[in-house]
């Protein structure tokens, strides 16, 4: 008696001109991703070290390479996102007196916790993206004058502190307003769920007639 | 499975960043050279984009500036009608030019170093973010000589020290900040310490390491109010370079030690010019047996 053998099927697999263009696509909707991140985020780094420099609340600026890492963590997710948050914080380090890597440390670390505590939240309306970046900017700024102080710098936790926070975090919970489509735009994201509700109407309405 | 093989990748991920950060951050510390070089270059990169930026922003960030200090500036507009009645003749115009050239004057007429080479440089820009209260950009780099360490100075004193240098500008570290620690003398009783700004007050500077309390306990031997402060020899800095004056003395460290606290003779929050002493900086302040600097070497 033979022992009869099992049917083995052939994995369905592509042609590999196929693959190639698959992944040439892929390889340039990442270059065109990360050509619009950086656009973005110069736009951040020159507006605050010229326009922000100058214009203050209450004699606090906006933290726009925060606002940035933050959007990033909320939109491209714990994995992506801390690898933007971290180029964003190191070129930011660029400009400050503090040592470098400590922004982009802070940054990493801010935007892979919000990605991740956020993964399952629904947040794609205006005002949860402002409170979470809100949240966020609060705890990055905090963060980053706890290492700071931690690595031996002076001055950064002082009486001046919660103003700072809260003031910072709250302007950058405005600016997200602007700074949210641009980082939607930048990552290649579908516009939010609740912007596409409001055209719905319209467009029934449309498809109606 | 999925989801946990992905989650921790990205642990795996976040572990790397930060492995990478402390690694420039240790080699920040320890001054590591090419690194210090690639930042400049970052920034030299960047500066022609951050001009054109200051100076299409700069109108729209003064229209700001205007339309929230309003009281601010009818109160002082008030004393500008006082001095114009007064002066009569001077126009609007004329005056901002004569306070332009007061600043430069300001600047540039300092009397007290002699032997030392001087450049001026304007003020480009105050720091960028909200932890940077005590860096100031000005618009001299190593192009026209300046150097890491560099003392900087107004014709009223000590404003701070060249910290960072790039090729057409540079970050000075002003003397407000707490953490530059400065040799300093009480020309008063000749008396050599070590002193830094208090933070949250950029006009005050205090003494605290290296003065001691009169052992015979004779007040007279304190420093008079009002003594000025000066530059220590042994300091990284030239010698004799006014920061302020004796503001008030206090006992420190259970009456053992002198607490100082110094009016800076310089404003470091309204510059428009200043001057770079062009003398090569001193690594390390002389510390041991005989140097006034017991640890710590300003």
Do not use: C
């Amino acid at each position: 008696m033979t022992a009869r053998r099992p049917a083995v099927t052939a994995p369905v697999s592509m042609p590999p001109t196929v693959l190639r263009s698959r992944r040439l696509l892929a390889g340039s909707r990442m270059t065109l991703i990360g050509l619009r991140l950086i656009v973005v985020y110069l736009l951040a780094l020159l507006l605050q070290l010229t326009f922000f420099s100058e214009v203050r609340v209450a004699e606090v600026a906006p933290e726009l390479p925060a606002l940035v890492a933050v959007l990033a963590g909320l939109f491209a997710g714990a994995r992506h996102g801390s690898v933007i948050a971290f180029w964003a914080g190191l070129l930011w380090d660029v400009y400050l007196s503090t040592p470098l890597g400590l922004a982009a440390a802070t940054f990493a670390l801010v935007a892979y916790a919000l990605g991740a505590v956020t993964e399952d939240l629904f947040h794609d309306t205006r005002i949860q993206t402002a409170v979470l970046v809100f949240i966020g900017t609060a705890a990055t700024v905090a963060a980053y004058a706890l290492l700071g102080t931690v690595v031996g710098q002076r001055g950064l936790i002082e009486d001046r502190l919660l103003r700072v926070v809260l003031v910072a975090s709250a302007l950058n919970a405005v600016l997200s307003l602007a700074a949210a489509p641009a980082m939607r735009w930048a990552l290649g994201m579908r516009r939010a769920k609740s912007e596409r509700k409001w055209r719905k109407p319209a467009e029934a309405a449309r498809r109606g007639r | 499975m999925a989801v946990a093989q992905r989650s921790g990748r990205s642990r795996y991920r976040l572990l790397l960043l930060l492995l990478t950060a402390a690694t420039l951050l240790t080699l920040d510390f320890r001054g590591f050279g090419p690194l210090e070089t690639a930042q400049s270059r970052a920034r030299d990169a960047l500066e022609p984009v951050v001009s054109v930026f200051d100076a299409v922003l700069g109108p729209v960030a003064e229209v700001w500036t205007v339309m929230f200090s309003y009281n601010d500036l009818r109160s002082e507009n008030a004393e500008l009608r006082d001095e114009v009645d007064r002066l009569a003749s001077a126009d609007i115009r004329s005056a901002a030019q004569q306070d332009a050239f007061d600043r430069l004057l300001d600047a540039t007429g300092v009397t007290y170093v002699d032997d030392v080479a001087q450049l001026t440089a304007t003020v480009l820009r105050d720091s960028p973010g909200n932890f940077d209260d005590d860096a100031i950009s000005i618009d001299a780099g190593h192009r026209h000589g300046v150097a890491p360490g560099m003392a900087v100075v107004t014709s009223a004193g000590f404003v701070g020290r060249v910290e960072i240098v790039d090729a057409a500008s540079s970050t000075v570290t002003a003397v407000s900040d707490p953490g530059l620690v400065i040799g300093v003398r009480l020309l008063d009783t000749g008396d050599v310490g070590l002193g830094h700004g208090m933070a949250g007050d950029p006009t005050r500077f205090v003494v605290d390491a290296g003065l001691r309390w009169p052992e015979t306990g004779d007040l007279t031997e304190l420093p008079a109010i009002g003594s000025p402060v000066v530059t220590a020899a042994g300091s990284r800095y030239p010698a004799d370079i006014p920061v302020g004056r004796v503001a008030s003395v206090e006992p420190a460290e259970a009456g053992l030690a002198l607490l100082v606290t110094v009016e800076l003779a310089a404003n470091v929050e309204d510059l428009g010019y200043v001057t770079v002493l062009l003398q090569a900086p001193t690594d390390e302040a002389p510390v041991g047996p005989d140097s006034p600097f017991p640890q710590d070497s300003p």
